[in-house]
């Protein structure tokens, strides 16, 4: 069963998933940056047994897999890790909806949907 945060609970976990989304927005724009060397790397390495270029790379990826696992462990879940786009699960009335945020926002400031996504974002004033 999700966990379902009030308002409060979510934005008091900002300063928990703040730096994490900051670091794992930092991991993925130095994978995409290097996104045609590693696959270049990726296919040569697959023939003659590795490639040490690869090896640097992979704590970006293992810290990227920790991150992302920490943050489902705390039924934060992640949207868009390019922007930086998180939900909170929580009810509205006895519905479930997400209380939405994005990187940069100081708080939560809208609500949407389970089937609305970040275009169907309401202003968390009515919430």
Known sequence: MPRYYTLDEANEMLTV???MMEELMEIGRRIRERRSEIWEMAE???????SSTLNKLLPDFDRLYVLLHRLQDMDVEVKDATIGLVDFRALRNG???YLCWKYGEG????WHELDAGFAGRQPIETF
């Open 95 to 97: 519905r479930e909806v």
């Open 107 to 110: 708080s939560i400031q809208f």
């Open 44 to 50: 040569k390495a697959a023939g003659n047994g590795g």
């Open 17 to 19: 998933v703040r730096p």
